[in-house]
């Protein structure tokens, strides 16, 4: 797909190693295989207060899960990073993941005392709003380097789930001093706690994955386009961005060379609960990375990800996920790719 037009022939940065083959193992067969992609963050307990007034209590959740959820559809191996509360159901996980046999658990450690428990109530506006019923636990039950198994740490592609970002800021620096290409999400509380810390975070991530609420915010600005951003988005320097960009789909920047592209949907969708969708979007773009190398159509793997939440409850294997179909809806988003790039500036 990426030779449809000449601004899309460059493929994805590459980690400086040469990659294992993920399925090797040492001699003696004890190694995990090394995953595709690891997703490093917070699992959670979630009360969802929809708006139609429907109040979903202890959804499996968290961001973590649902970015595996998104990654493990498309048959690559995924690793996963998390702490639990001593409350948290071990069959959360197992419920987390369309391929049991491709996600490896072994990062997962658990913790005396609750889990990070939240509340998000969402509006009739489209807005959200999260409320943390165990807030004293967000830093604790955030892995830290030391958590990431050394054979997770060999994936090309580490993702690190929204989390405060001095303990992205430290992850970050962790994996990049591994060699793994480092994509990054996060959530407006974070922001607002650190804002001194986005510039020097975002510099050590190839991959930026935020919301348009999260550029709002960002960069104190109402644009309503991913577009709008440009002048910003452009001093950040080597990292991709994807801008989640809710009904209207994507929008991915490659600021080295100033080029865009706007990603469509998928229609037709039965929207059951909008939450965890961006994080599949993330954990499905990583996966569409290791499976087409082009950052525009790894994209469309996030948006077809993101579509099964969408029509599912909690951070949950989709119950009507099958491959076909997921073949299908990437098919008709990889359609709404422009031939042509923006050319921006």
Do not use: N
Request: aromatic fraction near 8%; glycine fraction near 8%; charged fraction near 25%.
């Amino acid at each position: 797909m990426s030779g449809r037009d000449g601004g899309r022939s460059e493929r994805v940065p590459t980690p400086a190693w040469s990659a294992p083959d993920p399925r090797e193992h040492d001699v003696a067969g004890l190694t995990p295989p090394v995953p595709d992609v690891t997703i490093v963050g917070q699992a959670t307990i979630d009360d969802i207060h929809r708006e139609d007034g429907t109040i979903l209590l202890d959804t499996p959740g968290g961001a973590v899960l649902y970015a595996t959820v998104g990654a493990s559809m498309w048959g690559v191996r995924v690793g996963v990073v998390t702490r639990f509360g001593d409350d948290y159901d071990p069959s959360f996980s197992q419920q987390a993941t369309a391929d049991p046999d491709r996600t490896d658990w072994s990062g997962v450690s658990f913790l005396v005392g609750e889990s990070i428990r939240d509340v998000a109530t969402y509006h009739p506006d489209g807005s959200r709003t999260y409320r943390f019923r165990s807030a004293h636990r967000l830093r604790e039950l955030t892995p830290v380097p030391a958590d990431i198994p050394s054979h997770m740490l060999r994936a090309p592609y580490v993702h690190l789930a929204p989390a405060s970002l001095g303990q992205q800021l430290a992850l970050a620096e962790s994996v990049r001093a591994a060699g793994a290409a480092v994509s990054l999400d996060t959530e407006r509380h974070f922001i607002r706690e650190d804002p001194d810390l986005v510039a020097p975070l975002l510099a050590r991530v190839d991959f930026f994955v935020p919301s348009l609420e999260h550029l709002q915010l960002i960069f104190d600005s109402e644009e309503t386009a991913p577009r709008a951003f440009w002048p910003q988005i452009r001093e950040l320097g080597r990292a991709y961005v994807i801008v989640k960009w809710g009904v209207f789909g994507a929008y991915v920047f490659d600021i080295k060379r100033r080029l865009g592209w706007h990603i469509g949907v998928v229609r037709g969708l039965r929207i059951e609960d909008a939450t965890g969708a961006g994080d599949a979007f993330c954990g499905g773009f990583l996966a569409g990375l290791i499976q087409s190398g082009d950052i525009v159509t790894a994209a469309a793997y996030g948006t077809v990800s993101s579509s099964f939440v969408l029509e599912s409850l909690g951070a949950r294997h989709p119950p009507h996920f099958d491959r076909a179909l997921a073949a299908a809806r990437l098919e008709e988003v990889v359609r709404t790719i422009p031939v042509h790039p923006d050319r921006l500036d």
